[in-house]
């Protein structure tokens, strides 16, 4: 019995140790940190609108994880009652769990009061619209691109001196952020030049990945400077304005020379599964619609 005993002790011990070999000499990002997801997109909820946000809405009910908005949570003029009667139907259920940022239809209403006031204080607070906050190994900063109402976008406003000093305490490996406005776009007036100075600040600090909305579509970019110019070392943008306010079919090429995908009539959300030292994306679609985009990247 005592033979078997130590026969038992002998096996058990080897076992452990294998296991904790493998441990040790498993690959970066093979499991030893677990991965966090993110989920969602921008110009959401109108309540004129022929597209439905409820369908958007009822993707963010079969995928766990964070849910962020890209601005335009709402499509009209920003007021309470679009908020109450659009917003919380659909996306609102979510609220919870949402990492939100705020848009220009939201300042239709003077200082955008009704979406702080819906959204609490996880929106980043009346006057800012800003704040960062960490899922996994990720760090993920929220900015507010509607610039003349928060004092500038550039290096030397108040958020730009807030956005560096943020950068600069959380030196995370892999870094994520998310505004309304994007830097380019295919759609008429989408460009948004005024947001350059976040590129520049995100892109010094190696930042990875961008999300904006204001256009009513779907893009996937290569990575690029601030300059525009397409880089290994840049930054990719998505632009997901695809929570559920009617598109436009314009596509302006020549405004987005690093464009790789274009998509201008599926309603979706862009989920991302943000890992150690590398991030999956993928487009999902509402229901009966077939569009898709997905792939995989490395952190810088």
């Given at each position: 019995?005592?033979?078997?005993?130590?026969?038992?002790?002998?096996?058990?011990?080897?076992?452990?140790?294998?296991?904790?070999?493998?441990?040790?000499?498993?690959?970066?990002?093979?499991?030893?940190?677990?991965?966090?997801?993110?989920?969602?997109?921008?110009?959401?909820?109108?309540?004129s609108e022929e597209?439905?946000?409820?369908?958007?809405?009822?993707?963010?009910?079969?995928?766990?994880?964070?849910?962020?908005?890209?601005?335009?949570?709402?499509?009209?003029?920003?007021?309470?009652?679009?908020?109450?009667?659009?917003?919380?139907?659909?996306?609102?259920?979510?609220?919870?769990?949402?990492?939100?940022?705020?848009?220009?239809?939201?300042?239709?209403?003077?200082?955008?009061?009704?979406?702080?006031?819906?959204?609490?204080?996880?929106?980043?607070?009346?006057?800012?619209?800003?704040?960062?906050?960490?899922?996994?190994?990720?760090?993920?900063?929220?900015?507010?691109?509607?610039?003349?109402?928060?004092?500038?976008?550039?290096?030397?406003?108040?958020?730009?001196?807030?956005?560096?000093?943020?950068?600069?305490?959380?030196?995370?490996?892999?870094?994520?952020?998310?505004?309304?406005?994007?830097?380019?776009?295919?759609?008429?007036?989408?460009?948004?030049?005024?947001?350059?100075?976040?590129?520049?600040?995100?892109?010094?600090?190696?930042?990875?990945?961008?999300?904006?909305?204001?256009?009513?579509?779907?893009?996937?970019?290569?990575?690029?400077?601030?300059?525009?110019?397409?880089?290994?070392?840049?930054?990719?943008?998505?632009?997901?304005?695809?929570?559920?306010?009617?598109?436009?079919t314009e596509i302006?090429?020549?405004?987005?020379?690093?464009?790789?995908?274009?998509?201008?009539?599926?309603?979706?959300?862009?989920?991302?599964?943000?890992?150690?030292?590398?991030?999956?994306?993928?487009?999902?679609?509402?229901?009966?619609?077939?569009?898709?985009?997905?792939?995989?990247?490395?952190?810088?």
């Amino acid at each position: 019995m005592r033979k078997r005993a130590l026969l038992f002790a002998s096996m058990t011990s080897g076992v452990l140790l294998a296991c904790f070999a493998a441990v040790l000499t498993a690959a970066p990002g093979s499991g030893q940190t677990a991965s966090a997801t993110l989920v969602g997109a921008g110009d959401i909820a109108g309540c004129s609108e022929e597209r439905d946000s409820s369908a958007t809405a009822n993707l963010l009910g079969k995928i766990s994880g964070t849910v962020y908005t890209l601005g335009d949570n709402v499509q009209g003029q920003g007021d309470i009652n679009e908020f109450r009667n659009c917003y919380d139907p659909t996306w609102g259920k979510y609220k919870k769990r949402t990492k939100p940022s705020v848009g220009n239809h939201e300042y239709h209403t003077p200082d955008a009061r009704p979406y702080y006031d819906y959204l609490g204080a996880g929106a980043g607070g009346p006057g800012r619209g800003y704040y960062s906050y960490d899922r996994g190994k990720w760090h993920v900063v929220v900015l507010n691109s509607n610039c003349g109402q928060v004092g500038g976008c550039d290096d030397e406003s108040p958020q730009g001196r807030w956005l560096r000093r943020d950068l600069r305490n959380n030196p995370s490996r892999c870094t994520l952020a998310y505004f309304h406005h994007p830097l380019q776009a295919t759609g008429t007036n989408t460009p948004s030049q005024q947001v350059r100075p976040f590129w520049s600040m995100l892109h010094d600090r190696d930042a990875d990945v961008i999300l904006s909305g204001h256009a009513h579509r779907y893009e996937r970019h290569a990575p690029m400077t601030p300059g525009g110019e397409r880089s290994a070392d840049g930054i990719r943008q998505f632009v997901v304005g695809t929570g559920g306010a009617d598109g436009g079919t314009e596509i302006h090429e020549n405004q987005t020379p690093n464009l790789q995908v274009v998509e201008v009539a599926t309603p979706g959300v862009l989920r991302l599964n943000l890992r150690a030292d590398s991030y999956a994306w993928k487009f999902v679609p509402i229901a009966n619609q077939s569009f898709t985009d997905s792939g995989t990247d490395r952190c810088h």
